[in-house]
């Protein structure tokens, strides 16, 4: 493994706990999310796109605190809101590109977590299945980010629709499934890069920071492919507006 990518790794791996670890303790200081899965969303983002993610919390989502006058509005949701968005898309609008990158981060989100707890127990397991450890990730991760990322949905939709539980599953599945499959699609095909071409003679392992940089950045992957699914979900109005 080079030096430098180690050093990079580390560098970045911890710029990343550190960004998360502000957004928790922002929420925590009374900024909570007027969606309660949100104050999961915004921390595990900033976990695969350190600094960006804070960035990204900072400028679009967070909130003014709780106790002033009542208001829970963050300033963008104001302006979303004084100029008739933040209230879904109906009738077809073009998605601001804020939308669809809050969108993005809350599939993301389960899809990440997935991913992370899947990778760890694979490695903590040692369980390999077709004799393939990439193959193994690939149904693990994939199963639990679409678990994750339906509960994530579930707790959008149905307090925004007033859906009870099997309505609210369904609902759910319609709109994560297609940014979810899109987010693993990206991410799966940057983890073989790794395993089969960038590091086929000793390819990191779970208990390495290098790996999971790279993960990050097969995170960061998935995200870019999601990003046009979610556009169209928005748009489509299959998806709500965060």
Known sequence: MPAWLNVLAYVFVIASIISAAIIVLDIAM????KMAIMNLVWPITALYFGPIG???YWTMGRMKAQGSGGEHASHEQEHQHQHGHGSGNAGGK???????FKATSHCGAGCTLGDMIGETA???LGVTLFGSKLETAYLVDFVLAYAFGIVFQFFTIA?????GFWAGLKAAAKADTIS?????VGMFAFMALNRLVFFPSSPPEPNSV???FLMQIAMIVGFATSYPANWWLLKAGLKESM
């Open 159 to 163: 307090p925004m629709r007033g859906l």
């Open 180 to 184: 979810l499959v899109a987010f693993e």
């Open 210 to 212: 290098t790996y999971w």
């Open 122 to 124: 694979l490695f903590l």
């Open 30 to 33: 009374g900024r909570r999310q």
């Open 94 to 100: 073009d998605p601001s590109w804020r939308e669809v």
């Open 54 to 56: 804070l960035w990204a």
